[in-house]
């Protein structure tokens, strides 16, 4: 029992101090998630569009700033639609907002570039 409450003693004052420290230097674990990296990894390309996703941009009116701040950014990468593991592009799915999503689009990251292949309004 005495061993336990030793442990206590530093355990708990120790937390405290390393969650201090972290939470001001502003560390968080949202960025390691699958779903974050795939996201900022396909930011990070050169984008490039199909002729029938720029035709339903056109249709649908949304631009580019909308769609790289809004659509991209907040939007959930739906895996069991995706290809992630295939060479050499993987490509993937993804729906925007992640509740009733609105908007479904899917791409291929490739090395250099991101091809935007289609758009689709699901509502």
Do not use: W
């Not at 791409?107 to 935007?116: A, P, Q």
């Amino acid at each position: 029992m005495k061993k336990l409450k030793f442990y206590l003693i530093g355990l708990i004052p120790g937390l405290i101090i390393v969650f201090f420290i972290l939470n001001k230097k502003g560390a968080s674990c949202s960025g390691y998630l699958p779903n974050s990296r795939v996201i900022a990894e396909s930011l990070s390309k050169d984008f490039k569009y199909s002729e029938s996703f720029s035709n339903e941009m056109k249709m649908y009116k949304i631009d580019e700033k909308f769609l790289k701040d809004s659509i991209i950014t907040k939007g959930k990468v739906d895996f069991d639609k995706s290809h992630a593991q295939k060479k050499p592009c993987p490509s993937y799915v993804l729906i925007y907002p992640e509740t009733n999503p609105i908007y479904e689009i899917e791409y291929e990251k490739c090395e250099e570039n991101l091809m935007l292949n289609s758009l689709k309004k699901l509502k």
